[in-house]
């Protein structure tokens, strides 16, 4: 039998990383959720928590276990500290032979596992048979690092044109949904 048993083989912390996801699902700002729907997306930190656990060897002891179960507890937090991700990637080069593995996801879908293990310092390649993926792969692994924080206003920029020009062309077909956040509150009298 291999020698090689892994942390992901040995224990995770799951219970700690099940809350840690179901918090994840009521991000509105910053998740990659928010960038495309993606039913089958697999949380963050549970992404991360398997990328980490299939990376690093099983504790020898039991000592090691607990130290290394609250490593994965402070790790898989969606407001994850600098320090904690400094230490699983030096965790990972260690197990690794000081080089970044490389991770391949066949079936990446909205691309949870490569976006955990680009954090976690990895090579990261995704493949995905879906063209609607594959888009949201690029614009979740590729484009961020291709481009940098102005790919933001890019965005912005051009959102801005396109929708300018779709209002101009086809807007009077469509007229605008009035914003719910300003429509005055129906007071106890007026609804009944
Ligand atoms: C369960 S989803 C993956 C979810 C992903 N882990 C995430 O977090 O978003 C499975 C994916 O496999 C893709 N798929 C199915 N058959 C495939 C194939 N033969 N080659 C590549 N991708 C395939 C589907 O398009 C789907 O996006």
């Known amino acids: 039998m291999s020698q090689d048993r892994r942390l992901i083989e040995d224990f995770l912390p799951i219970r700690e990383i099940s809350a840690e996801a179901s918090r994840e699902k009521s991000i509105r700002k910053g998740h990659i959720s928010t960038l495309h729907l993606w039913w089958a997306r697999r949380p963050l ?3 991360r928590a398997a990328v980490f656990g299939a990376l690093v060897p099983a ?3 039991d000592a090691e276990r607990k130290a290394l179960a609250q490593e994965v507890i402070d790790l898989c937090r969606w407001k994850v500290s600098d320090d904690a991700i400094a230490r699983a990637r030096q965790r990972i080069l260690d197990a690794n ?3 970044p593995p490389k991770v391949l996801d066949m079936f990446a879908g909205g691309g949870s596992i490569p976006l955990e293990a680009l954090r ?5 390649y995704a493949l ?10 690029l ?3 590729v484009y961020p690092q291709q481009y940098g924080p102005d790919l933001a206003k890019d965005v912005e920029k051009w959102g801005r044109w396109v929708l300018e020009r779709v ?3 086809i807007g009077d077909l469509y007229p605008p949904i009035p914003d719910r956040r300003r429509r005055p ?3 106890r009298k007026a609804s009944n």
């Open 185 to 187: 509150a129906l007071s």
């Open 45 to 47: 930190v549970a992404s």
């Open 97 to 99: 032979g000081g080089q």
């Open 120 to 124: 976690l310092g990895c090579e990261a």
């Open 128 to 137: 995905d048979l879906n063209p609607v993926a594959h888009l949201i792969e």
């Open 139 to 141: 614009c979740t692994l």
């Open 167 to 169: 209002k101009a062309e």
């Open 59 to 61: 504790p020898k002891d």
